[in-house]
């Protein structure tokens, strides 16, 4: 059953909200876009606003149902476990390498952004006014998400150790290392270009 939730995340990690919203809308494909990726940001710069906030929602959705359908399929009333763990990561690679697009997707932040509101809600809120207080400062939404990808595990261990303990705290802290190294290794492009002064800012 852990490699039937497994699979199961992936292949719903793999529906690419994206790609079909603007191949809908703007008849193009959102990869010649921008950065390149399916996700949010490239949308909007695609098909406009309203289509980048429905990606987004979208690929929060389905993290957050890849892990409510592991959490029925194993039976485990959300209670992390190895399975669960590896389920929450596959949904995100899904996004990053679905294999209906050729395994070119999108960087998986919103979709991460759905699996761990599910696990460690208050990690991910303090995650999120990271990310809003970064990219208000500086106008880069790459650098807001890779910076509070990189502080939730931190955010993770801190509230486990110091406010409440974290259910299932060594899986989640294992998922939450393992999807943010991922989103992080997706935003490579926008790393390099943040290193060289050429990445675009948020208008």
Sequence with gaps: MGIVVIVAA????????????????????????GSGGTGATNVSRRAGRVAGILTLLLDA????????????????????????????VAVIAGHCFPIWLGFRGGKGVATGVGV??????WALLGAGIIFLLVVWSTRYVSLGSI???AAF???????????????????????????????IFMHRGNIERLLNGTENKLK
């Design 153 to 183: 595990p931190l955010l993770v261990a801190l509230l486990h150790f110091f406010v409440k303990p974290v259910p299932g705290f060594r899986y989640t802290l294992l998922a939450s290392l393992a999807g943010g190294t991922l989103i």
């Design 61 to 88: 959705a389905k993290g957050a149902a890849a892990v409510v359908l592991a959490s029925w399929l194993l039976h485990t009333d959300y209670a992390i476990s190895g399975p669960l763990a590896c389920a929450s």
């Design 116 to 121: 761990f509101l599910m696990l460690a809600p």
């Design 10 to 33: 992936y292949l719903l990690g793999s529906i690419p909200f994206g790609y079909l919203i603007v191949r809908l809308t703007a008849g193009a494909d959102v990869r010649d876009t």
């Design 147 to 149: 910076i509070a990808t």
